[in-house]
């Protein structure tokens, strides 16, 4: 799976893409990532936005 900042809104046109296959180590490097980049609060919302962006890799690839 993968999360794209492409395709997030961001005033940073920030262009960085995550991948994994383990979940959890995704979805905790994208949430450092949106925390320490681009100011985002640490918290269960911030994790389920970012969990409903991950897409399969190969589709992304497309």
Not at 16 to 40: F, S, Y
Not at 45 to 58: A, N, T, W, Y
Request: glycine content about 10%.
């Amino acid at each position: 799976m993968m999360i794209d900042c492409r395709d997030m809104p961001s005033d940073s046109n920030c262009t960085l893409a995550i991948a994994g296959d383990d979940l959890e180590d995704l979805l905790d490097a994208a949430t450092q990532h949106a925390i320490t980049k681009h100011g985002h609060e640490e918290g269960p919302e911030l994790r389920e936005g970012i969990r409903g962006g991950l897409k399969p890799v190969e589709s992304a690839m497309a």
